[in-house]
């Protein structure tokens, strides 16, 4: 397991010996750009930089080396080159940034999920500024949430930014006509479990893959572990399954369906409410759903790491259910008449972000800052109006 720390590194002295370590460093950069941590090889490294293997442990220890020294090299500039007067100054220039560093930004996102260290680290950085400014935990969230997942979703969802008006929006807020208040119930809605499947045997073998998946990863379980603890032989997970990025595929699609049901639901409840306000019951939805089913979380977020393809399916029939209904939301003047694409990218962002705090770290109740609930009353605030209320 990687860890954050890391050896003591080789230091080349000759000017060709330093050349290989650049070339291995470059040739890594680009693999973990394009594949998770798990999936990337010494053997792929010193192939594809014509130098034999002996000469990758001159300068590396082993993978994990060279790949927190990739990380590594991301914030090394960090806090010189992410500064500003104000919130649009620093927040363009992290934009800059990470488009300046864009293979080391795509490092990040494919492996984010898996190191718990990164998303710290990230987040250290981008908490540093926020207190800069005097800005809550809240409005720090409601701020970089939609700013980091465009840097990591974008590209993704085959959606070009114009990053200028996507942060207007953002200071400006989406909201028109909002209730000044919420209601009381929109925070009751409890989660349906969700059914994976109607054939039972189908429906075990999912549910078991759904389990060991979430505990030990795609990567680390193999459709022997999957047959073994569902009580069958190998050979029948075939009958039901091509192979187990297919299984894994099936639950990435299952999750979505379960997810968009229970929000749904959680909307219905409340009956005809202004749009935003069904944002912030449907995030309370979505957090609870994630809660009572932890593990398909997990899989949806590994699966951005693991499949392209699987990937973009699950987001991108989020994204589409967000257009729908933000464009009914524009015809009833409950949203600005702001670009759609991007409010639904924001929209988006808050529920991929706050699932990693209160699904992945668990800060359901943390000591630090307020509850569920509370987060979601003053989220809403600024949801509706922006930082603009701030003086920003």
């Known amino acids: 397991m990687l860890s954050a720390t890391t050896s003591k590194k080789r230091k080349p002295q000759r000017t060709d010996g330093i050349g290989s ?43 994990d080396e060279i790949f927190r020294e990739i990380v590594d090299d991301f914030f090394k500039n960090f806090d010189k080159e992410v500064v500003g007067g104000d919130l649009r100054e620093v927040s363009t220039n992290f934009i800059n940034y990470c488009n300046k560093n864009s293979l080391m930004t795509k490092v990040l996102y494919f492996n984010e999920y898996s190191f718990e260290w990164i998303r710290n680290k990230f987040d250290n950085h981008l908490l540093k500024l926020s207190k800069n400014f005097g800005l809550t935990y809240v409005e720090h969230f409601y701020l970089w949430a939609p700013l980091k997942f465009v840097m990591f979703f974008s590209d993704l969802l085959e959606i070009k930014i114009n990053y200028d008006e996507l942060l207007g929006i953002i200071l400006k807020g989406i909201g028109k006509n909002c209730p000044c208040e919420l209601p009381a119930d929109v925070f009751s809605f409890v989660p349906e479990k969700h059914m994976l499947t109607n054939d039972e045997r189908r429906g075990q073998i999912l549910s078991n893959a759904e389990t060991l998946f979430g505990t030990y990863g795609f990567n680390k379980t193999q459709v022997y572990d999957i047959a073994r603890s569902t009580g069958i032989a190998i050979g029948t997970v075939y009958l039901y399954f091509e192979n187990k990025k297919e299984i894994l595929h099936e639950l990435v699609r299952l999750t979505s369906k379960g997810l968009r049901y229970n929000v749904k639901k959680a909307m219905e409840k409340l009956g005809e409410q202004h749009r935003l306000v069904e944002e912030i019951a449907g995030l309370y939805a979505f957090i609870q759903f994630f809660r009572i089913h932890s593990n398909m979380y ?12 699987i990937a ?16 009914k939301a524009l015809e009833k003047e409950q949203i600005n008449d702001f670009n759609l694409s991007y409010i639904s990218l924001m929209m988006m962002s808050y529920g991929h972000y706050s699932g990693e705090r209160y699904i992945l770290a668990g800060h359901m109740d943390d000591g630090n800052d307020e509850n569920l609930e509370n987060f979601l009353r003053e989220f809403y605030t600024y ?4 930082l603009e209320i701030k003086g920003w």
């Not at 997990?298 to 393809?309: F, G, L, N, T, W």
Request: charged share 25%; aromatic share 14%.
């Open 383 to 386: 949801l509706c109006n922006g």
């Open 21 to 63: 370590k650049n070339k291995l460093k470059k040739v890594a950069l680009k693999l973990f750009s394009e594949n998770s941590f798990a999936d990337v090889s010494i053997s792929q490294i010193t192939r594809l930089s014509r130098l034999s293997t002996g000469a990758f442990y001159q300068y590396y220890a082993n993978k």
């Open 312 to 327: 973009k399916e699950y987001y991108r029939s989020i994204y589409d259910s967000y257009i729908i209904a933000l464009r």
């Open 298 to 309: 997990k899989i949806v977020r590994e699966s951005q790491a693991i499949d392209h393809a």
